[in-house]
Nanobody
Framework: VQLQASGGGLVQAGGSLRLSCAAS????????MAWYRQAPGKQREVVAS???????NYEDSVKGRFTISRDNAKRTAYLQMDSLKPDDTAVYSC??????????????WGQGTLVTVSS
């Protein structure tokens, strides 16, 4: 099982970016998916999460600005980030709870993607 994240980049404050995280491999089902971020000198924090049924949760500082969504058929999660602020600058990583084709439960991480917001 692999998670492939994409969509980071450089954007001005107030701009938008959309991150994608696609799960691939021998997969029976993808349960919870989440986006984390880690800014320089800070601990990693969960930004947004989504259950397989679509229940979502957000870190307080991104509520109203970020939206997590999923395309379960494509086994992909998205993070739409609007009204970006310089404080959103971080490496963003996706995480997923996956049941493999062999019916084994596992938690997987994608590679990080850098989001830089300039003031």
């Amino acid at each position: 099982v692999q998670l492939q994240a994409s969509g980071g980049g450089l954007v001005q404050a107030g701009g938008s970016l959309r991150l994608s995280c696609a799960a691939s491999g021998s997969i029976f089902a993808v349960n919870g998916m989440a986006w984390y971020r880690q800014a320089p000198g800070k601990q990693r924090e969960v930004v947004a999460s989504s259950s397989s049924s679509g229940i979502t949760n957000y870190e307080d500082s991104v509520k109203g600005r970020f939206t997590i969504s999923r395309d379960n058929a494509k086994r992909t999660a998205y993070l739409q980030m609007d009204s970006l602020k310089p404080d959103d600058t971080a490496v963003y990583s996706c995480n997923a709870d996956v049941i493999s084709g062999g019916r084994n439960y596992g938690n997987y991480w994608g590679q990080g993607t850098l989001v830089t917001v300039s003031s």
